[in-house]
């Protein structure tokens, strides 16, 4: 009996020791929890076992964590290419043979990428590598590596490269519908070449519209953040406090060109969709509606009767289009997208871009005071459901991608119509000499507004072509006429 009496006030005792470190652990070595009340009344802890409590639940509001996962998938891009100084004829006619026949000069361009998969797919900005003759990419742990571009879109500044290499550390896509207003994110990147810098921020607003993508068929509705970016950060990451990738930083709005407080990136919605065509197809299947809208205004709310200043007005319905097919008209409202509240007309915009040709959802819109949902199919650019071929995007025509001029354009050329060629590969544009940044005013006697127009002037054969006139980037008209 007395061993047993014995091993029973052992066990008490180290029981009762523990309880004594415990304490002295917990009141001595940390600071005890202090209560306070907000405004209803209920007891809150202070601030950082709040906080500390908030990181276990919400994830890593430590931004350690999510650095730590990022710097090792955000790549820095360099580029190089060759620019070729156009001939100034007014100068050669007053200064000589130096004004004509330039040689050409090689510029150089950095930015940053994220990849995605450990076999070295690279999302990056189109604006990074546009152009670009020789593109390498500089990993974290400084091995460098050749890109090869998969694919580009220019109407989302989005592009997709790749690199021969395995085993990469690599981001994993978050959700960037999910993002709220006021959630800390993290922005990855190269400033000024400085690479894996790491600033923090909040979203400060989603669904922007800046209007820098000088595309007919742009989609724009950025993501905004006070997270510092400066030139070198494009094409880099924003994650969320877990490390996921919700964006691909894209812009600043500054008046100085570095940063000024406000930053943006592509939300990872429209990321996903994009890449997956790229590296699926080597082209974007875009759908489209066949709508020229714009937000509603204050105005436009009275004008058309509506309770609240939210949606997109439609302007104008494209016939043969998606929308003509659901019976949508000029002046309807369209207030939900499968679904999905619209405020905005680039809300709009986003999200019909997570669609393909041939995706159905459902529009619901305001006419009349009367609201109504419709079933719709969706096409793309050529008014159909079928797939895209690489080359033949949208704006492409054999070879040369067009977009509308815009009113510097027109001032500036002193024109009220044409087309500029944005891009220009193998094709009837580039035998005929024209070059990036030429306006082609008319073809076979039709004047053009849009990439539309050059190709309904066409047709599907360049044996169609009969004439042709326009303006160099330079400013010198030309004009070629075939046949009688």
């Known amino acids: 009996m007395k061993g047993k009496y014995l091993i029973v006030g052992l066990m008490m005792a180290f029981i009762g020791a523990a309880i004594a470190l415990?304490?002295?652990?917990?009141?001595?070595?940390?600071?005890?929890?202090?209560?306070?009340?907000d405004s209803s009344g209920i007891e809150v802890p202070e601030a950082q076992?709040?906080?500390?409590?908030l990181q276990m639940q919400e994830g890593q509001v430590d931004f350690?964590?999510?650095a730590e996962l990022t710097v090792h998938a955000v790549v820095n891009v360099h580029t190089k290419s060759v620019v070729r100084q156009p001939d100034n004829p007014i100068m050669e006619w007053f200064y000589g043979d130096r004004y004509s026949n330039r040689a050409p000069r090689e510029m150089e361009g950095i930015g940053s990428g994220v990849i995605i998969s450990s076999d070295g797919y690279i999302i990056t900005?189109?604006?990074?590598?546009?152009?670009?003759?020789?593109?390498?990419?500089?990993?974290?742990?400084n091995r460098k590596f050749d890109a090869e571009v998969i694919g580009r879109d220019p109407s989302t500044d989005l592009a997709l490269i790749r690199i021969k290499a395995t085993d990469l550390?690599?981001?994993?896509?978050?959700?960037s519908d999910n993002l709220k207003v006021g959630e800390w994110v993290l922005a990855v990147g190269n400033p000024f070449n400085l690479t894996s810098s790491v600033t923090a921020g909040i979203v400060s607003a989603k669904g922007r519209n800046l209007n820098i993508i000088n595309d007919d068929y742009r989609i724009e509705s950025f993501i905004q953040t006070d997270a510092a970016l400066n030139p070198g950060n494009s094409g880099g990451a924003l994650v969320d406090t877990k490390g996921l990738l919700v964006g691909i930083t894209s812009a600043i709005y500054s008046p100085s060109g570095a940063y000024a407080g406000n930053s943006f990136a592509i939300p990872v919605s429209i990321v996903k969709k994009v890449i997956d065509d790229l590296k699926e197809y080597g082209e974007v299947q875009r759908a489209l509606i066949g709508v020229v809208m714009k937000d509603v205004t204050s105005e436009v709310a009275k004008e058309q009767k509506l309770a609240e200043v939210k949606g997109a007005i439609i302007t104008e319905v494209r016939e043969g289009s998606a929308a003509a097919d659901a019976n949508l008209k000029v002046n309807d409202v369209i207030v939900k997208f499968d679904g999905v509240n619209i405020n905005t007309s680039s809300e709009l915009t986003e999200q019909v871009g997570m669609h393909r040709p041939g995706d159905k959802a459902t529009i619901t819109y305001l006419r009349n005071g009367k609201e109504t949902t419709v079933p719709i199919t969706m096409k793309n650019f050529a008014g159909n459901t079928s797939v895209v071929k690489p080359g033949s995007g949208t704006g492409i025509v054999f070879g040369a991608r067009f977009e509308s001029l815009s009113s510097g354009d027109r001032r500036m050329y002193n024109v009220d119509h044409g087309v500029k060629i944005i891009e220009i590969d193998d094709g009837l544009f580039r035998d005929l000499g024209l070059r990036k940044g030429a306006i082609i005013l008319s073809i076979n006697g039709k004047e053009l507004n849009n990439a539309d127009d050059v190709k309904q002037a066409l047709g599907a054969s360049v044996k169609s072509l009969k004439s042709i006139e326009g303006i160099t980037?330079?400013?010198?008209?030309?004009?070629?006429?075939?046949g009688n």
Do not use: C, W
């Open 125 to 141: 900005n189109n604006h990074v590598i546009e152009d670009a003759d020789n593109i390498q990419v500089s990993l974290n742990d």
């Open 22 to 37: 415990f304490a002295y652990t917990t009141i001595i070595e940390k600071p005890a929890t202090i209560m306070l009340k």
């Open 49 to 53: 076992t709040f906080l500390t409590a």
């Open 473 to 482: 980037s330079d400013g010198r008209e030309f004009h070629f006429q075939y």
């Open 169 to 175: 550390a690599y981001l994993r896509y978050g959700n």
């Open 64 to 66: 350690r964590y999510a």
